[in-house]
């Protein structure tokens, strides 16, 4: 579904990304994992065309999208979660889940609207709270279902457990579960390995943007190497 | 149902900013009518006018947009000498006034907006002070073009110079219509405060209408945070593109009816000045705050007239504002504490928790 082939990726002089290949296949949990710095949401950003890949090849369901402006990716049925949720702090939980379905007709949007109110009861039961005021796990529900509206085929979603308190974390895992059981690939990115591990049907462990090692998730979960480092022992 | 609702509070927004325009307009008609209105006041209407239209277009960048511009006045002067010239060339061609005032205003709008295109391609990929600085520089740019431009009229047509009214090269009974530092000179004032009425409202109808609409909804989701709403699926570019130009375009139109209402317009008066002027009706009447633009503009015209020695201390006032506004956009905190201030009004008038809850 998503192939990524040899990218290259440079804040100015910086090479943060370093020929990295991985791919992710329909119905599948991907999960990149690695320390801070080690290049996980540079490489989302450039799947969802926010930042430039220098050198490489992205293809999405056969087509390359490299060097696609980010609004099309998303028309093509490439969503992404950003970083730290980015929901609009002024607008409402409603208006804020309907940017998402930005390029979706209206109709459309309001099934999706449905689809996500149903996923989200919280969400419906506060539609006209001011984002802002959300908690922060609400917060990221928020942000999963304004991905959703544009109902993807493959939703990349960058460290959704960031700064929750461990209940709203399983909670988050869970739903992310749930997506992909209703037929939504994930392709995530996590400092909390553990978790990601623990739904994930795959994983890749980075380290200063290179990829050191790639296996299924269980093997991963049990690998000396990735318990050493990123799973505390 | 609901969004029937939204509909309602918007346009009720809507509707109390055109019936202020409305109501001060039919008072400056009977005061005027009735003789109580004194010549210096009735001599700025216009003026007032086309600073409303200013800051309103201005708004459109600064606030729904979110970005800095420091050259508007650089778009009001292209429509003002777009506006000058093409009126001074249809004379003969239309001799009905408004018509002609009307047209001119248009070519000044369209000239604006091409102008608003070229600029906004480049300059928009900067953000923030660097955006600002290349406004800045574009405003001083089009002062200084305008400023060697000759510009003559004849039996011919238009002619253009770059050295001299005499290298126009002008058949008997021809007119220099922009002459270099002089500026344009003998323009006939077409520009009524009835047209500057029509302006306000058409502006106001562009500007709310885009506001609310999905193209509005995009820029300001823009505004409000980049990264999200490029990972909705909104185009950037398009989107800033599109609320500059507007912005540009408004600004062109309002230079027309400005320079119409003057006999002799210099491209000094577009200097920084008039920018910051501008920005500083945005900045008082509230960023964002289409309402509070009109009155900010109108007020704060009108005052310097009414309070002589205040003129004195305008420019240290702007300064100071100026530096304010700066240090407050520039802080964290205080960034946060509007924002908590705003949220917290926010929550008392409209997020009653009973109305919240009914779903």
Redesign the interface.
């Known amino acids: 579904m998503l192939k990524v082939n040899d990218i290259n990726v440079y804040y100015g002089s910086i090479h943060a990304v370093k020929g990295i290949s991985f791919d992710v296949n329909k119905g599948e949990i991907v999960t990149l994992i690695g320390a801070n710095g080690a290049g996980k949401s540079t490489i989302l950003n450039s799947v969802?065309?926010?930042l430039k890949t220098r050198t490489g090849s992205i293809e999405f369901e056969g087509q390359s999208i490299l060097g696609t402006?980010?609004?099309?990716i998303?028309?093509k049925g490439l969503?992404?979660?950003?970083e730290g949720r980015?929901?609009?702090?002024?607008?409402s939980v409603?208006?804020n889940l309907?940017?998402?379905g930005?390029?979706r007709k209206n109709q459309e949007a309001e099934q999706s609207l449905i689809n996500v109110y149903d996923r989200f009861p919280r969400l419906?039961?506060?539609?006209?709270?001011?984002a802002?005021?959300l908690s922060g796990g609400e917060q990221q529900m928020l942000a999963i279902g304004?991905?959703l509206?544009?109902r993807p085929s493959l939703l990349m979603l960058d460290e959704p457990s960031m700064g929750l308190a461990p209940i709203l974390v399983d909670q988050i895992f869970a739903i992310i579960k749930e997506l992909n059981e209703s037929g939504t690939t994930i392709l995530l990115v996590e400092q909390n390995a553990r978790m990601a591990l623990s739904v994930a049907d795959r994983g890749y462990v980075l380290e200063t943007g290179r990829i050191v090692s790639s296996a299924s998730a269980s093997v991963l979960l049990n690998d000396d190497a990735v318990r050493k480092a990123y799973l505390g022992g | 149902m609901k969004k029937v609702k939204k509909l309602r509070k918007s346009t009720r927004s809507s509707l109390i900013t055109y019936g202020l325009v409305i109501l001060f307009f039919v008072i400056v008609q009977v005061m005027m009518i009735t003789g109580n209105l004194s010549s210096s006041l009735r001599g700025q209407l216009v003026p007032i006018a086309a600073y409303i239209v200013m800051a309103v277009s201005l708004n459109l960048t600064v606030g729904i947009l979110g970005e800095l511009s420091l050259g508007h006045a650089g778009f009001m002067s292209i429509g003002a000498f777009a506006g000058v010239i093409v009126s001074t060339s249809l004379e003969n061609q239309i001799a009905n006034a408004p018509l002609r005032l009307a047209v001119s205003m248009l070519v000044g709008g369209i000239l604006a907006a091409v102008v608003g295109v070229i600029v906004g391609v480049p300059a928009l990929r900067l953000r923030g002070d660097y955006l600002a600085i290349v406004t800045l520089a574009f405003g001083e740019i089009i002062k200084n073009v305008i400023n060697i431009l000759y510009v003559g009229y004849d039996s011919s047509g238009l002619s253009l110079s770059l050295k001299s009214a005499n290298a126009l090269g002008l058949e008997e009974g021809g007119k220099v219509v922009l002459n270099g530092p002089m500026g344009a000179v003998g323009i006939s004032r077409i520009s009524t405060v009835t047209a500057g009425f029509v302006l306000i409202i058409v502006t106001l109808f562009i500007v709310l209408n885009l506001m609310h609409s999905r193209s509005g909804r995009a820029i300001m989701a823009v505004r409000d945070n980049r990264i999200a709403a490029e990972s909705v699926g909104i185009s950037i570019t398009k989107y800033k593109l599109m609320a500059f130009v507007i912005s540009a375009a408004l600004a062109g139109l309002a230079g027309s009816l400005y320079a119409l209402n003057f006999s002799t317009v210099v491209a000094k008066k577009f200097d920084f000045n008039t920018s910051i002027l501008v920005l500083v009706f945005v900045v008082l009447g509230g960023i964002g705050n289409i309402r509070g633009s009109i009155i900010a503009a109108a007020v704060l015209t009108v005052l310097p007239e009414l309070l002589r020695q205040f003129n004195d201390y305008r420019m240290l006032l702007y300064a100071i504002i100026l530096i304010l506004v700066m240090i407050a956009t520039n802080n964290e905190k205080i960034k946060n504490l509007i924002n908590r201030v705003t949220l917290m009004l926010d929550l008392k008038t409209k997020n009653d928790p009973k109305k919240g809850g009914a779903a």
């Open positions: 969802a065309g926010l402006a980010p609004h099309l998303v028309s969503a992404m979660c950003p980015r929901i609009f702090l002024q607008m409603e208006e309907e940017m998402g930005y390029t419906k039961e506060r539609r006209k709270q001011q802002g005021t304004r991905a509206m544009s």
